[in-house]
């Protein structure tokens, strides 16, 4: 009770005192700190020992060139910049990192380093070469010039090859190429001379030359990824998109971060339908490059494809202005804002792709399509009209110029485009030409003899006004000039073509597909075979572009149309509802086929479907007319199917196999 009145006289508890055990008393104690102190004095002993030598910058140098010249340019860049900071002062180690940055095309970085490379005491003399290359990439193709001309003699073939570039990208490709042609006499084993000779075939469209020239850079310098890469594009020109991708993994091989055979590999495998691959490879040429804007509108491009239009709007705004005004990115930009109701800003995009590419059809039907929904039919009129005008317009572009008449009030214009549209096109497809006056056409090919561009164009309004031999001598006589231009040998099949001379046509077409086989290649290729009676050889063509190019929708539409002829109902339905599920249900064409596998596969009901729409989009055409017919007769409606027929035989009486259809049902 005392306790818990006054609680301040509660008894304190006794503390304990910590004592130390006798065995730890005295010299022991010492003997042990000694002990502790002594294993300390080791570990530090043994930690400077194995301490890594003080990083050597001429090593580092060293293996800066050697992987430099073994074509692993990131790596070289790496070892550069160790280099550097090991031995901030010594001038040549600023001069190799700012070369490693110009193999990788950096040309604002290569520009600081050769600063620093002078103010470390390097002597200006020996920089120009080098200048001159971070100019050109800078967009600076005078100063480019400027500093090319002040390269010592040692340099010369370098500052010869950037000569050479900043002329081309003046536009001065004669000059561009007769420099490097004397370079590479002069030096025939400069394999960097035969790859900037090659690319620049490449870009004038002489695919042969470049070919030419590729082939001799890879025998030269077989390990590089600059000319791995290059090659790559030949082969994809060449060969197709399959037939590539070894070349570009050969090169980033070598170098697994260099950023054109990055961009050019994803391209490829996106083109190829290889998606997700597409997707990793862009990610590492961001890793390469951040901000990479080639890596970038890949990423835009594929998730449009995807349908997340917000995300490739993003993504596309992020890699800014450089890409702008390239046609892709025109292009993309205007579907963008086109699947967002933004019609204006479409028009805007596509008013000036037609204005890069005026004779792309495909522009401008987009382009019209735009004017019309944003209020501006007259603008659409006037967009479409060299499309109208031909007799083997398509459905769509009638339809839409139709439409426009609708909305300008010539109620009358527009009824004539809906018939038209109904009917389908009325003739086989045409070399698509402006409708310049062979005069005026004739007028500027004289004021640029050497620009093939101008005779293309003469080609192309000679073969429009009819003149087919004027056309075929013309053409004889570019191809001549340039036998490894495509353009050239494809001028001379179309006028062949138009003179009916299909049997020769395949053989130029033929020889074009050689040298760059695309799809208007191919496409022309197979048409002409196929008119020449020579249906295994266009077969074959048709295979052997599929197998490059498996993504390719005309080859696909063509593959199912010969799969019907064939009675190869199964194949056909594969083949034809994989395009309808990639383009929708407004292709007539493919409805049609699609109606005649069904009926062929005694499934009635579905052909039925598949006719009716088709027949729905085009009832004035004889082949959807038809189709829906011999889906009616193959789901029991005689009389239907009786009527449909005799419609379609009557818009097109020399039509065999329609006439046999109508047999089959009497």
């Known amino acids: 009770m005392a306790d818990a009145r006054y609680p301040m006289l509660r008894r304190r508890k006794r503390r304990r005192r910590l004592t130390m055990p006798a065995a730890l008393s005295g010299a022991r104690v010492r003997l042990l700190a000694i002990g502790l102190l002594c294993l300390i004095v080791v570990g530090v002993g043994v930690a400077l020992a194995l301490r890594p030598p003080k990083p050597d910058a001429r090593r580092l140098l060293a293996d800066s060139l050697a992987t430099l010249d073994a074509g692993n340019y990131s790596a070289a860049r790496t070892n550069a ?201 862009t990610r590492r040429a961001l890793l390469a490059r951040p901000g990479s804007p080639q890596a970038l509108y890949l990423q835009a491009a594929l998730a449009a494809r995807a349908s997340r239009i917000d995300l490739a709007r993003s993504l596309l705004r992020a890699a800014g202005g450089t890409i702008n005004g390239l046609p892709g990115a025109l292009l993309l930009s205007g579907s963008l804002d086109y699947a967002q109701g933004k019609f204006e800003q479409a028009a805007a995009s596509w008013r000036q792709l037609v204005g890069l590419q005026p004779l792309n059809i495909v522009a401008r039907q987009l382009l019209g399509a735009a004017l019309l929904r944003s209020g501006d039919p007259r603008g659409a009129l006037d967009t479409l009209r060299p499309i109208g005008l031909r007799p083997d317009a398509d459905v769509y572009s009638l339809t839409l110029i139709a439409r426009a008449f609708d909305a300008v009030g010539d109620a009358g214009s527009a009824a004539s485009f809906r018939d038209r549209a109904a009917a389908g096109p009325v003739a086989p497809a045409s070399v698509f030409a402006t409708d310049t006056a062979i005069g005026a056409l004739m007028a500027d090919a004289a004021t640029a003899p050497g620009d093939p561009t101008y005779v293309l164009g003469v080609i192309r309004g000679q073969i429009a006004a009819g003149d087919t031999a004027g056309a075929i001598a013309r053409a004889r006589s570019l191809a001549g000039v340039a036998p490894g231009a495509p353009a050239a040998q494809l001028a001379l099949g179309d006028a062949l073509v138009a003179a009916g001379r299909y049997a020769e046509a395949a053989g130029v077409f033929a020889q074009a597909a050689d040298l760059s086989f695309d799809e208007p290649t191919m496409l022309r290729l197979v048409d002409a075979r196929s008119r020449a009676g020579r249906a295994e050889d266009a077969a074959a063509a048709l295979a052997l572009y599929l197998s490059q190019n498996p993504q390719s929708l005309a080859g696909q539409r063509v593959l199912g149309h010969w799969q019907v002829a064939s009675g190869d109902w199964d194949s056909a339905i594969e083949t034809l509802e994989g395009i309808r599920r990639r383009v929708g249900n407004q292709d007539g064409a493919v409805l049609a086929d699609l109606a005649l596998a069904y009926a062929g596969s005694d499934d009635g009901a579905i052909a039925v479907r598949y006719g009716r729409a088709a027949y729905g989009l085009s009832p004035m055409h004889a082949a959807a007319a038809d189709a829906y017919g011999v889906a009616l007769a193959a789901n029991g409606d005689e009389e239907g199917a009786r009527q449909l027929l005799v419609k379609a035989n009557r818009l097109a009486p020399g039509d065999a196999a329609i006439a046999g259809h109508l047999r089959q049902l009497r």
């Open 81 to 281: 910049q160790a280099a550097v900071t090991a031995q901030p002062d010594w001038g040549l180690a600023h001069a190799v990192l700012a070369r490693a940055y110009l193999e990788l095309g950096d040309g604002l970085a290569a520009d600081a380093e050769l600063s620093r490379a002078q103010d470390a005491g390097l002597p200006a003399e020996r920089l120009h070469q080098l200048q001159a290359h971070a100019d050109l990439l800078q967009g600076d193709p005078d100063g480019a010039l400027d500093e090319a001309a002040q390269a010592l003699p040692r340099y010369a073939g370098y500052a010869a090859r950037i000569s050479a570039r900043a002329l081309a990208a003046q536009g001065n490709v004669v000059d561009a190429r007769a420099r490097l042609e004397a370079l590479i006499g002069g030096a025939p084993g400069d394999a960097a001379a035969w790859t900037d000779l090659g690319r620049l075939r490449l870009t004038t469209g002489d695919v042969g030359g470049a070919a030419l020239a590729a082939a001799r850079a890879v025998a030269l310098a077989p390990r590089d990824p600059a000319i791995l890469t290059l090659q790559g594009e030949v082969i994809r020109s060449r060969y197709g998109l399959i037939a590539a991708l070894p070349w570009f993994e050969a090169a980033l091989a070598r170098d697994a971060y260099y950023h054109p055979a990055l961009i050019e590999y994803a391209a490829t495998l996106g083109d190829a339908g290889r998606s997700a691959d597409m997707l990793a490879v």
